[in-house]
């Protein structure tokens, strides 16, 4: 595991939690990086990505407007604020970063750094 992924939790549904996407022993600042989800049963969800700069970001339209993604590549973090939780927004949350790309990654498979999931589940 090279990414450490932290934050998840339980929480009632209108609630809010922060993810945070960690790189220890090795930079990432220019690395594109992106968060993905997987509910029990269900395929894995592309949520949102950023640039390696941090100058660009795209979401889901499932998530648009209550999530947002950022980055800070002085401590090699890139954080998920989620806001507005829903009970369908309950999943493991991953995060992945691409060592070729820096622009605005969606596909799954051009991320070659995966962490290891945190778990949100948000109850009614």
């Known amino acids: 595991v090279q990414l450490q992924a932290s934050g998840g939790g339980s929480v009632q549904a209108g609630g809010s939690l922060r993810l945070s996407c960690a790189r220890s022993?090795?930079?990432?600042?220019?690395?594109?990086v992106g968060w993905f989800r997987q509910a029990p049963g269900k395929e894995r969800e592309f949520i949102t990505a950023i640039t390696g700069r941090g100058e660009g970001t795209y979401y889901a339209d499932s998530v648009k407007g209550r999530f947002t993604i950022s980055r800070d590549n002085a401590k090699n973090t890139v954080y998920l604020q989620m806001n507005s939780l829903k009970p369908g927004d309950t999943a493991v949350y991953y995060c992945?970063?691409?060592?070729?790309?820096?622009?605005?990654?969606?596909?799954?498979?051009?991320?070659?750094?995966w962490g290891q999931g945190t778990l949100v589940t948000v109850s009614s």
């Open positions: 022993g090795r930079a990432f600042s220019n690395y594109a």
């Open positions: 992945a970063a691409s060592s070729n790309l820096v622009g605005l990654v969606v596909g799954a498979s051009q991320y070659d750094v």
